[in-house]
């Protein structure tokens, strides 16, 4: 591979592998996510390898492996371009007919495409079907048009141009004051204004400053990240060195899963491949700019997806939390300041740079801007990954896209946020997805795990599922955390079990608000959220168990 | 697990006693488990205090000090496979296999672990042994599933 020496040099090599590709050669795009991975679609991409060779296709067909498409519900899925008919839940015995009719007859199978299950219509393309068609997916959308293996089909769709934009057209204030006035706001679970956190870290004394990718996503249901950063890392890659650029960082880390190869290896390759391009390292496309990540895995324990603890996990101790009134912005990894984003915060960058913040807040609401994704789970047709644009409603997002409640069931509850969120019940559907306004009802948005629950969901064995976790979370260094999420949970298995006493509720809320004062962390600061969630909402459930001394569970 | 290949372990690190936690994670996912003459040598290697090492070796649920059976069995109880019933589904395990989460079979055929959401909502309830995830999975079924691991 060629060092790039400057943003001309860039462009000559992005006009270089455009014109070496042909817009209507045929592509097979087939997902390899993890959802459709576990559903064996390594043995569909072998077969459609095997049969192009078979074939003698190679140079007239083209096979991607790529990142999670979204629609893992119906996985194993594979899109073909440059006509973009999706085919579902494909088998390795249906791929000699895939080549044959589809890609080279241009045939639509019709046993292969999507039926919706309430009208009987059938959709063969991806603008077409409901789940993809009622989404923005400025982000995840590019999944299945690039190889994430692949650093020159990330520039054949503009990758990097961001990158340069801001290095040799853009001061390092004016790229934070472009961030600040698009309001970008943190996708990890604060809702934060990057921009205010990224001046605060460029502001604070010292030379060496440090950038982070949160990858950690450690919420149980949240899966997008890892959709994200999987199957396009260089996005959130280019959105991080823009950053130090702007913060005057010459380190990053990204901080990720240690249970995903795929995750891992795929940030591997990109680092090496930025790298050798001279996206990344010192004098970065001759603009005199350094930059270096180096990747830390985490070890699987919710608590050092947060700010402080993931900082010490990175100095190499454990992930204790500390409090929070020493900003890791001014003293973070080695008390040097250090400016943590979530994967999908770095991944909003490069857009908002290329496009202006004018064209970012044309999207979502007052005060929520550009698009979210969320993961859907639980008891909804659709499982998957979901890119809407802030302001969507709920019920949008649970109909329209997500198809429902299975088997004919009522919806009784969504849920945001996992052990830290809240859930809101039928009545507020028509709530938009807005920070704010989901704050406000006692269910944030969180890092955007969305739980659909059922008419026969029993929203206290909800609670006890959510405060089990967490005391099996908790770091244990504080006490109000430790002692007050085990007691809280002992009383919701209690009256969940039928054992429930008159005063149980009155003395679930007063843990919870000593708790809530008194921890060290978000994590025992927010833990009775979904307590106190459900007795806003589902006050009904808890009197009736300890009335009816009824056994839920 | 022979000191050449934790030596080879450390030195991809630099020797630096930094990497303490990437090193240990390494030794894990090779040998499943982490010995107590490993532990002294990434001490010895690494510089690092014996009791610092236990100390995180044993906060995280991820290390074991015990040995781990031929096959790990894993039961994802994250929030949508258990509203989608993970809790019968792990019950059924338990009462094939005799053991409890986080225990290892006496004849070491089987471990058995549950919780973290592995991401893979759309296929719960799921088990996964060895990696290879059984997904949508009836407690009828489970007992057919593990025969074939021996
Ligand atoms: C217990 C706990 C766990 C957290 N886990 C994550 C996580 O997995 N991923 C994440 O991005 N943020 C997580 N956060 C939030 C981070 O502390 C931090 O606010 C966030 O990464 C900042 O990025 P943002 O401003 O771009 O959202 C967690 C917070 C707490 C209290
Ligand atoms: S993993 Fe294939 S669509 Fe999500």
Redesign the pocket.
């Given at each position: 591979m060629p060092r790039i020496n400057s943003a001309t040099e860039l462009e000559e090599l992005r006009k270089g592998i455009l014109s070496k590709r042909d817009p209507n050669k045929p592509c097979i795009a087939i997902c390899a996510g993890t959802g459709c991975l576990a559903l064996g679609n390594d043995r569909v991409i072998s077969a459609f390898e095997e049969e192009v060779k078979k074939q003698t296709l190679e140079a007239k067909v083209d096979i991607r492996a790529t990142g999670c498409h979204g629609f893992c519900e119906k996985g194993p899925n594979i899109i073909i371009y440059p006509e973009e008919i999706c085919y579902i839940e494909v088998t390795p015995e249906d791929v000699p007919e895939i080549v044959s009719q589809t890609v080279l007859g241009k045939e639509v199978i019709d046993r292969l495409i999507y039926t919706d299950p309430n009208t009987g219509e059938k959709a063969a393309h991806q603008s077409e079907i409901p789940f993809y068609k009622n989404q923005m997916r400025h982000l995840i959308g590019n999944n299945s048009k690039i190889d994430p293996k692949s650093i020159d089909e990330y520039l054949a769709l503009g990758g990097y141009s961001a990158l340069s934009k801001s290095l040799f057209e853009m001061s390092p204030e004016q790229v934070l004051e472009e961030i600040k006035k698009a309001n970008l706001r943190?996708?990890?679970?604060?809702g934060?204004p990057?921009g205010l956190?990224w001046e605060t870290a460029r502001n604070a004394p010292g030379e060496e400053k440090y950038v982070i990718v949160?990858g950690?996503?450690?919420?149980p249901g949240a899966f997008m990240?890892r959709a994200l950063f999987t199957g396009n890392p260089h996005s959130v890659l280019e959105g991080l060195i823009i950053g130090a650029y702007a913060i005057g960082s010459h380190q990053g880390f990204i901080y990720t899963r240690h249970d995903s190869p795929q995750l891992r290896n795929n940030i591997a390759v990109a680092l090496t491949q930025a790298e050798e391009y001279g996206l990344l390292g010192e004098n970065i496309l001759g603009s005199g700019f350094n930059f270096n990540v180096e990747v830390h895995l985490d070890i699987g324990i919710?608590?050092s997806?947060?700010?402080s603890a993931l900082m010490r996990s990175i100095e190499g101790k454990n992930p204790e939390p500390r409090p929070k009134y020493i900003r890791t912005s001014v003293s973070g990894i080695w008390e040097k300041p250090s400016n943590?984003?979530?994967?999908e915060?770095w991944a909003n960058v490069p857009q908002i740079i290329n496009r202006g913040s004018e064209w970012y807040t044309s999207i979502g609401t007052e005060r929520s801007k550009g698009t979210k994704l969320i993961s859907l789970s639980g008891n909804i047709v659709n499982t998957g990954v979901v890119e809407v644009p802030f302001g969507t409603t709920l019920r949008e997002i649970v109909y329209d896209i997500g198809g429902g409640i299975p088997n004919g069931k009522k919806l009784k509850a969504v849920h945001f946020g996992g052990p830290?969120g809240g859930s809101i019940p039928e009545s507020l559907l028509d709530t938009p997805l807005d920070f704010d306004e989901l704050a406000k009802l006692g269910a944030p948005i969180g890092?955007g795990g969305m739980f659909v629950l059922d008419e026969d969901t029993n929203m206290v064995d909800v609670t006890r599922f959510f405060l089990n976790f967490l005391t099996n979370e908790s770091c244990g260094k504080c006490v109000p955390c430790r002692e007050g999420i085990r007691q809280m949970l002992k009383i919701v298995t209690n009256i969940s079990e039928g054992k429930g006493r008159e005063g149980d509720i009155e003395l679930l809320e007063e843990i919870s608000e000593v708790a809530g004062a008194a921890s060290l962390?978000?994590?025992g600061k927010t833990a009775s959220d979904p307590l106190l969630s459900t007795l806003r909402y589902f006050r009904d459930e808890y009197e009736a168990n300890i009335k009816e001394k009824k056994c839920r569970a | 697990m022979d000191n050449a290949r934790i030596d080879r372990i450390i030195d991809k690190h630099q020797g630096e006693a930094s990497s303490l936690i990437q090193v240990l994670l390494e030794i894990q996912s090779e040998n499943h488990w982490l010995p107590k003459e490993a532990l002294e040598r990434v001490s010895e290697k690494l510089q690092v205090p014996l009791t610092r090492i236990r100390h995180i070796a044993t906060f995280y649920k991820t290390f074991s000090l015990i040995p781990k059976g031929r096959h790990e069995i894993h039961v994802c109880t994250g929030s949508s496979c258990h509203v989608r019933g993970a809790t019968r589904l792990l019950d059924t395990v338990q009462d094939l296999i005799g053991i409890r989460p986080g225990e290892t079979s006496s004849d070491l055929r089987f471990s058995l672990e549950t919780g973290n959401c592995l991401g893979c909502c759309a296929l719960g309830p799921e088990i996964v042994v060895d990696g290879k995830h059984h997904s949508k999975i009836a407690p009828d079924n489970v007992e057919d599933v593990l025969k074939d691991y021996d």
């Open positions: 943190g996708r990890g679970g604060g934060f990057a956190k949160n950690h996503e450690g919420e990240d919710f608590v997806g947060e700010s943590l984003n979530n994967v915060t830290m890092a962390c978000a994590l | -």
